[in-house]
């Protein structure tokens, strides 16, 4: 079935849809269309405070995340610094075992 031939079929069933609808309407037209009124009014009003509230918690969750990826960093930078002392240590150590100027009697080309 075509896209046209589709489209066409929806509005057919919603006029068809709406016809029947108004025949078996339980009020009449002004007292229905009040209802219908009222009970959108209270279905945006439900909407706002939703979508409020959404607002609320995804600010709230922006800021735990923006706290949570502080401390991560603060942890990552601090693990960097403790690495960095240990191979400092490491390498220090490795010289005094190789000897003081760092070659224990080999030739320094292979150092260099």
């Not at 069933?13 to 029947?20: D, E, I, N, T």
């Not at 609808?21 to 007292?31: C, D, N, Q, V």
């Not at 990552?76 to 009697?105: D, F, M, P, S, Y």
């Amino acid at each position: 079935m075509s896209t046209i031939n589709s489209f066409r079929a929806f509005v057919f069933g919603g006029l068809v849809g709406a016809a029947v609808g108004l025949l078996y309407a339980p009020h009449p037209g002004e007292k229905t269309r009040k209802i219908l009124i009222n009970n959108g009014q209270v279905v945006k009003d439900k909407a706002i405070t939703s979508l409020h509230e959404a607002q609320v918690r995804m600010e709230a969750f922006t800021e735990e995340t923006k706290k949570r990826l502080e401390k991560l960093e603060e942890i990552a930078q601090h693990t960097l610094e403790e690495e960095k002392q240990i191979l400092k240590e490491g390498l220090k150590q490795a010289k005094e075992v190789v000897g003081g100027n760092g070659n224990n009697g080999v030739s320094g080309e292979i150092y260099s």
